[in-house]
């Protein structure tokens, strides 16, 4: 997993994670958006109202390095 880039830090929208790394750092889960095409700041408006509208899928490994690792 990687920090979020600038350009993914919007104006006025607080950067929302779609990955999870358990705290064992052997599993991750991505979040999939299933609600309609809107902007970033409609979309996390959304998920806060309707969290049904996301799904987490889960991937196990031997090791997950999170977004602070070095």
């Known amino acids: 997993m990687r920090p979020p880039l600038p350009r993914e830090k919007h104006d006025g929208c607080e950067f929302r994670s779609i990955v999870q ?3 064992d750092n052997k599993s991750c ?7 309609a095409e809107v902007n970033e700041r ?7 109202q309707n969290p049904h509208l996301c799904v987490w899928q889960s991937y ?3 090791y997950v390095y999170d977004e602070h690792s070095t």
């Open 21 to 23: 790394v358990s705290s």
């Open 29 to 35: 889960a991505i979040m999939e958006y299933l609600g």
């Open 42 to 48: 409609d979309k996390q408006r959304d998920i806060e």
């Open 60 to 62: 196990t490994f031997d």
